[in-house]
């Protein structure tokens, strides 16, 4: 692919700004996401409402085995890159690469379980274009987000959520049950075909590739170990409850996720928006610090105003399930503001270059959330998705804090550096072909 011109260094967008701006564009998606969800239940039923929020869950979840660490650290090196006048063409090669590869592999994985889950074929190539273009997606938006493009991020999730909805009405017109996610797939498709990086020149020669994919690595171990559970819910709840049962707890489901996409799009911002300050990367920082508590506070009185009024708004959406789902409701966005939270000091971390120890710290979390669903899951129903969400999440939310306080090492001997750190903490060396341009990775 042909580079973009040169970008000079120069001031970013600010983190306020670009949060607000990711936040609106992700909001509109998830928007999509929801109508597309409740359109599934009031015209198709609730079974199919069940299915199709597990195969939505399935592909959030393959996302995270690759399409979602390789968007974070395009997200960093990018913006490394950007700020040190590097080309990151080689960068955007070699993550590019790996994104084709997963996704065909990715799509091999998600036939046999759908089919085993007991879709029928239309609705099996629907879970599966859902999958490769939501793992798409996530990697093109993490790019973008990299090269300091929030605007174009805004405007194409805004376009392509218009086309979700454009294409769910000819499915319901046509009576379409079978490929009903087939439009989702399409729309986050377009957004990765339009945003897709294509690299920039620099004065200062390639940035380092070496270290990029160990990194991801790392990452996705992290992202497993901490959104995975989220998803692992709604799967549990399809795996061990009835039908009907089900097809409740996706109603709760589908109107949870939205509020956790908050995080997510803050926490996209902030890797990008801190890879080249990595002083400011630990909550021993009054600015990051004073960042985290803000944005706790304010999403516990959003999440606090989407509980009180589960009663009333619920119903609106889903005239067959939204009494029976309140309780599923309130229970979950309790999970989803512990999740949320998480996100950013982890994201603080990610951007220093400790991906490493936020993926170890956050295993302890993970394994436990996943022991309470299956011993729970028995007796308690759906409610065990809930339990072992919530207290997987506040165990890792309480790892991620920790490590955040802590003293950060020298960067290049972090256990998650890479050759990306040294850019972090030596600036002048990259612009100079000097240490940062050394493979630091048997430090690791």
């Known amino acids: 692919m042909s580079s973009e011109p040169p970008t000079a260094p120069g001031p970013r967008s600010g983190v306020a700004s670009a949060a607000l701006l990711s936040t609106v564009g992700i909001g509109v ?37 690759w399409p979602s660490a ?39 994985l998600t036939v046999p379980v759908a089919i085993a889950w007991g879709n029928a074929p239309g609705t099996v190539l629907g879970g599966v274009s859902v999958v490769v273009g939501y793992g798409l ?10 090269h300091d493009r929030p605007r174009r991020v805004a405007v194409w999730d805004a376009l392509t959520s218009t086309l979700t909805l454009a294409l769910l009405v000819l499915a319901c017109v046509t009576r379409a049950e079978p490929v009903v996610l087939l439009p989702l797939g399409i729309g986050y498709t377009v957004f990765a075909v339009a945003c897709w990086p294509r690299g920039t020149a620099g004065t200062a020669g390639q940035q380092p590739t070496r270290g990029v994919l160990r990194f991801a ?14 998803q692992l819910a709604m799967i549990t709840a399809q795996v061990s409850a009835s039908p009907r049962d089900a097809g409740v707890y996706a109603a709760a489901f589908s109107l949870a996720t939205p509020a956790s996409m908050v995080g997510q ?56 399930e939204g009494v029976a789902a309140v309780a599923d409701l309130r229970f979950l966005v309790l999970g989803v503001w512990v999740f949320t939270v998480s996100l950013v000091p982890a994201a603080l971390l990610l951007a220093a270059g400790r991906s490493r120890q936020v993926a170890l710290a956050s295993v302890t979390g993970f394994v436990v959330g996943v022991v309470l669903m ?19 999440s506040a165990v890792n939310l309480v790892a991620v804090v920790v490590l955040g306080l802590r003293r950060p090492t020298t960067p290049g001997r972090d256990p998650g550096a890479s050759a990306l750190d040294g850019l972090v903490a030596h600036p002048e060396h990259a612009r100079e072909g000097g240490p940062a ?5 048997h430090r690791e």
């Open 374 to 392: 299956a011993v729970l899951a028995p007796t308690t129903g759906v409610a065990a998705g809930s339990t072992g969400f919530l207290v997987g």
């Open 265 to 320: 799009a803050v926490a996209q911002v902030v890797v990008p928006a801190f890879a080249h300050r990595a002083e400011e990367s630990t909550l021993r920082s009054p600015g990051a610090w004073r960042f985290v508590a803000g944005f706790s506070a304010a999403t516990a009185a959003l999440f606090g105003l989407v509980a009180l009024l589960a009663d009333w708004f619920l119903p609106l959406f889903y005239p067959g």
């Open 137 to 146: 997606y996530v990697y093109a938006r993490g790019a973008q987000l990299g």
């Open 29 to 65: 998606q998830g928007a999509a996401k929801l109508i597309l969800t409740v359109v599934i239940g009031r015209v198709f039923g609730t079974e199919a409402l069940g299915q199709s929020s597990a195969l939505l869950s399935l592909a959030v979840f393959a996302a995270l085995l």
């Open 217 to 230: 690595a790392w990452n996705v171990l992290a992202g497993l170990t901490t959104n995975g559970l989220l």
């Open 437 to 441: 341009d050394r493979d630091d990775d």
């Open 70 to 108: 390789a968007g974070n650290t395009a997200s960093r090196s990018l913006a490394i890159a950007m700020r040190n006048g590097r080309s990151d063409t080689a960068v955007n090669r070699r993550l590019g690469g790996s994104m084709l590869l997963a996704s065909v592999v990715l799509a091999a």
